[in-house]
């Protein structure tokens, strides 16, 4: 189809030009006219044109008709749960459809990744012993052997066997960064995504208190659990809850992935990690030239 | 040619036989001296031979040790308690009776700990209740307007939920230019702002003792708590606008807080009215006030959440635009986590007689208990040695039973099992085996190990 429009293009130039050249009427009568080609009409390649714009797709217009430009996020103070303000974030962050055929590449490709690939077997070569034949080949009134390590013995090797691997798979990085923020975005929607205040911290280490306080905010067990995420090392915090692995977990940001994110009850990130995550995680949004100047 | 020994020498007997002597050989044995010949010197330790020999004198000048005290693995010499002080135990009084239970005597220490009070923002107990639900933002919404119209910030809140709500009388009405409140005759704008500055720990008799004094100086305490700008004229006109219909409510008020104590029903209905009837009696046009702005917005959401516990969710808050939108997010109730509890919400399942709905799977146990025959089985199959459920007493088997009479020494055998041999291979250690590999094995054991009657059972079991 491009291809034609382009030479309905370039037969319309040539026309322009001989429209240009002659001054003869019945040329110009016969020539046809600019307004309507023969051909079906298609658009040149907008490259040509005009500059790639992402908001022209027919898709992400309709997009942008459902979705605003930006959502609204409550922060809160860590402990006591009380909201301070509201904090803006852009709908291409946190408030993306869901892709679950995205969510599962994600964490397959994590999956994959974290396989240690260490399970190995000796194959005849490696096993301990004497390569001598066994036994003549005749004579003997027994089954023919070679060595010891054949396989078909006990003892011997295993013929394919596992040997260590590397089992990870390989995901564009721009499809694994719309990964996380429609993680994010799905725990958004649902209203599972709550953002406190930097500097998520206890006043004490105690897992009591870590109880406490999950049992007020309605996080604990009963509640489906929850994942606390900082964005630096809150020892209180983790010595806290190091004993009740039941109601939660906590991690760092650059320990999550993926999966976590879409694993427990809710999740209860700081606002500089949560932040670090979407700067890390917008490939897909920023070109390469801008990132690499971030 | 043929050396003869000599067995011993004659000067061999001079020497004591108590001494031990050192191993020597034949050769040595015959041509040393079987004693010393040499004077015998006091035994010294190498150190004190070669200062002597430094100094050429048997008594060398120096310390006999110059770095003094002990050694630092040498052991210390344990500190001696001195023996414990024995005192005579305390005269009991005559009329002394021990007591058997803990009640009434003084405990020491703290056996339990403290039980951990958080002071989280959220309430301790969750409002489910719809109509609650929806008194606590009607609340909400009058005190951040009344706050917004007084002047003061819509942030600081206390947590006060005690006493009296003045909100209830006052209806929420949608105007041109902005929402306006209206007090009806049981409330007034300072009394909301009070009720909202007001301290914690004042409990609802006070109030109504307050409320008992004079109007005018309640209403200058109002004022200075409220913390208006008397001068502010914006601040002080809804104010001055109050004294006027303020006349009445206090005497009305002063009713209720009489009549509340002698339980005159028509005073107890105004003063706790059940929340259908106080939503009815609002006007209900407050469910369309707009809350576009984003202040009043939060404000209206963190003091919702104060009340009641229920977190709207974020992704919802963009599209709230008036109180109704508001309700919606917080009466809806959270998606049930598990099947049995969205089950047992549907009315219609459960009402119909041919269903139950059970949270677990049901096994023939639950089957038996129903009938009330579960403890008889329980306690038969018991009685005969019988596993009571497939998995328990599920322990590893035994390599053999202990039936048989184990013998103790190795190399014995006895009979275990029809076609099996034990043999003790060492002590503690003992192989029930099939008479097949005993015979394979005693090709390798030399006969003599080999226990007579290892034959003779070995012979049985062919």
Same mark, same amino acid.
């Given at each position: 189809?491009?291809?034609k ?10 026309t322009?030009?001989?429209l240009g050249?002659s001054k003869d009427p019945l040329t110009q009568?016969?020539a046809p006219r600019? +307004?309507?080609s023969?051909?079906i ?5 907008s490259?040509l044109?005009q500059?790639?714009?992402?908001t022209?797709l027919?898709d992400s217009a309709n ?12 922060i809160?103070?860590f402990p006591?749960?009380?909201p301070?303000?509201f #904090?803006?974030y852009?709908s291409?962050?946190?408030y993306l459809?869901l892709?679950?055929d995205?969510l ?8 994959d990744?974290t ?7 000796k194959t005849?070569w490696e096993?301990?012993?004497?390569h001598a ?14 060595t010891k ?6 003892g011997?090797?295993?013929?394919f066997?596992?040997?260590?691997r590397?089992?990870s ?7 694994y960064?719309?990964?996380w923020?429609?993680?994010l975005?799905w725990?958004?929607?649902?209203g599972d ?13 105690g897992?009591?208190f870590v /109880?406490a306080i999950?049992k007020h905010?309605r996080?604990? /067990?009963?509640?489906?659990? +929850?994942l606390?995420?900082?964005g630096g090392e ?10 009740a692995?039941e109601?939660g977990?906590?991690?760092m940001?650059h #320990?999550?992935d993926?999966k976590?994110?879409l ?7 700081e606002?500089?990690a949560?932040d670090s995550i979407?700067k890390?995680?917008q490939?897909?949004l920023i070109s390469?030239?801008?990132r690499?100047a971030? | 040619?043929r050396?003869?020994?000599?067995t011993s020498?004659?000067?061999?007997l001079?020497?004591?036989?108590t001494t031990?002597t050192?191993?020597l ?6 041509q @040393?001296?079987?004693?010393s010949t040499? *004077?015998?010197r ?9 200062r002597?020999k430094?100094w050429?004198t048997?008594?060398p000048p ?6 003094g005290?002990?050694?630092?693995? %040498?052991?210390k010499?344990k500190?001696t ?6 005192t005579a %135990?305390?005269q009991?009084?005559p009329d002394?009776?021990p007591? *058997?239970? !803990?009640d009434?005597?003084? *405990?020491v220490?703290e ?5 951990y009070?958080?002071?989280?923002f959220l309430?301790?107990?969750?409002v489910t209740?719809?109509?609650?639900m929806? %008194? ?6 009058v005190?951040i307007?009344a706050l917004k119209?007084a002047?003061l910030?819509?942030l ?5 939920v005690?006493?009296?709500?003045p909100?209830h009388?006052?209806d929420i009405?949608?105007? @041109?230019?902005?929402?306006q409140l209206r ?8 009394e909301v ?7 914690v720990s004042l409990?609802?008799?006070?109030e109504t003792?307050?409320k ?6 309640e209403?200058d ?12 004229p ?12 303020k ?6 008020e002063e009713?209720?807080?009489a009549d509340r104590s ?5 005073a107890?209905s ?5 929340f ?9 046009? !407050?469910?369309?006030?707009?809350i576009?702005?984003?202040e009043i ?6 003091r919702?959440l104060q009340?009641?516990?229920v977190?709207?969710p974020?992704?919802a808050?963009r599209?709230?635009r008036?109180a109704q939108s508001?309700? *919606?997010h917080?009466?809806t109730?959270?998606?049930p986590?598990k ?9 219609e399942?459960?009402t119909l007689?041919?269903?139950?709905v059970?949270a ?6 639950h089957?038996e208990?129903?009938?009330?025959r ?17 998995t328990?007493n599920?322990e ?6 202990t039936?048989a ?5 190795a ?5 275990v099992?029809e ?5 003790v291979v060492?002590?503690?250690? !003992?192989?029930a085996?099939?008479?097949k590999?005993?015979?394979?094995m005693?090709?390798?054991v030399?006969e003599e190990l080999?226990?007579?009657?290892m034959?003779?059972e070995?012979?049985?079991?062919r």
């Amino acid at each position: 189809m491009a291809s034609k429009g382009l030479q309905g293009f370039t037969r319309s130039a040539r026309t322009l030009r001989t429209l240009g050249s002659s001054k003869d009427p019945l040329t110009q009568c016969l020539a046809p006219r600019l +307004s309507r080609s023969m051909a079906i009409e298609t658009s040149l390649p907008s490259s040509l044109s005009q500059e790639y714009d992402i908001t022209s797709l027919p898709d992400s217009a309709n997009t942008e008709a459902f979705s605003p430009p930006t959502v609204l996020t409550t922060i809160y103070k860590f402990p006591t749960m009380e909201p301070i303000r509201f #904090e803006s974030y852009s709908s291409k962050h946190l408030y993306l459809p869901l892709r679950r055929d995205i969510l599962h590449r994600a964490v397959v490709f994590e999956g994959d990744g974290t396989r240690q690939g260490t399970a190995n077997t000796k194959t005849r070569w490696e096993i301990h012993g004497s390569h001598a034949k066994i036994r003549p080949q005749k004579g003997t009134g027994k089954a023919r052997l070679g060595t010891k390590q054949s396989p078909m013995l006990k003892g011997g090797a295993k013929v394919f066997g596992p040997r260590p691997r590397d089992f990870s798979t390989e995901l564009p990085r721009k499809m694994y960064d719309l990964a996380w923020r429609t993680a994010l975005s799905w725990r958004y929607r649902k209203g599972d995504l709550i953002i406190c205040e930097d500097g998520m911290e206890l006043e004490e280490a105690g897992t009591k208190f870590v /109880k406490a306080i999950f049992k007020h905010n309605r996080w604990g /067990k009963e509640d489906g659990r +929850s994942l606390l995420i900082t964005g630096g090392e809150s020892e209180n915090l983790y010595t806290a809850l190091q004993n009740a692995g039941e109601d939660g977990r906590v991690k760092m940001e650059h #320990e999550v992935d993926v999966k976590d994110l879409l694993e427990l009850g809710r999740i209860i990130i700081e606002k500089r990690a949560l932040d670090s995550i979407l700067k890390d995680h917008q490939s897909d949004l920023i070109s390469k030239g801008v990132r690499a100047a971030v | 040619m043929r050396r003869i020994p000599i067995t011993s020498r004659s000067i061999g007997l001079l020497r004591p036989y108590t001494t031990p002597t050192p191993y020597l050989c034949s050769i040595c044995k015959h041509q @040393a001296p079987a004693f010393s010949t040499s *004077s015998l010197r006091p035994s010294l330790d190498t150190t004190e031979k070669i200062r002597r020999k430094v100094w050429g004198t048997d008594e060398p000048p120096g310390l006999e040790d110059p770095y003094g005290g002990l050694s630092k693995f %040498a052991k210390k010499p344990k500190p001696t308690s001195p023996p414990r002080q024995m005192t005579a %135990a305390p005269q009991l009084p005559p009329d002394y009776v021990p007591s *058997s239970t !803990w009640d009434g005597l003084e *405990s020491v220490g703290e056996i339990y700990e403290p039980e951990y009070d958080f002071g989280g923002f959220l309430p301790a107990e969750l409002v489910t209740d719809t109509d609650e639900m929806t %008194a606590a933002l009607h609340r909400a919404m009058v005190e951040i307007f009344a706050l917004k119209e007084a002047g003061l910030s819509l942030l600081n809140i206390p947590k006060a939920v005690l006493g009296l709500d003045p909100t209830h009388d006052v209806d929420i009405v949608p105007s @041109a230019d902005g929402t306006q409140l209206r007090f009806n005759k049981d409330s007034s704008l300072a009394e909301v702002l009070q009720a909202l500055t007001r301290d914690v720990s004042l409990s609802s008799v006070d109030e109504t003792a307050e409320k008992g004094a004079p109007t005018e100086a309640e209403e200058d305490v109002a004022a200075d708590r409220s913390e208006l700008d008397p001068l502010h004229p914006e601040g002080n006109s809804p104010l001055t606008d109050e004294t006027a219909v303020k006349e009445q409510p206090t005497e009305s008020e002063e009713d209720v807080a009489a009549d509340r104590s002698e339980a005159d029903p028509l005073a107890d209905s105004e003063a706790y009215m059940p929340f259908e009837e106080l939503i009815a009696s609002w006007d209900p046009s !407050w469910l369309q006030v707009s809350i576009e702005d984003p202040e009043i917005k939060f404000a209206i959401l963190k003091r919702t959440l104060q009340l009641t516990g229920v977190r709207v969710p974020d992704s919802a808050i963009r599209s709230t635009r008036t109180a109704q939108s508001i309700l *919606s997010h917080l009466v809806t109730p959270p998606k049930p986590r598990k099947l049995i509890d969205a089950l047992e919400q549907k009315e219609e399942l459960l009402t119909l007689p041919n269903v139950s709905v059970f949270a677990k799977r049901v096994t023939p146990i639950h089957k038996e208990k129903s009938i009330g025959r579960w403890k008889l089985i329980e306690k038969e199959l018991e009685s005969r040695d019988l596993p009571v459920t497939a998995t328990a007493n599920n322990e590893y088997p035994e390599v053999c039973s202990t039936s048989a009479t184990l013998p103790e020494t190795a190399g014995e055998t006895a009979f275990v099992a029809e076609d099996e041999i034990l043999i003790v291979v060492g002590v503690g250690l !003992w192989l029930a085996l099939t008479a097949k590999v005993v015979e394979l094995m005693l090709e390798f054991v030399p006969e003599e190990l080999v226990g007579p009657e290892m034959g003779f059972e070995l012979e049985m079991l062919r």
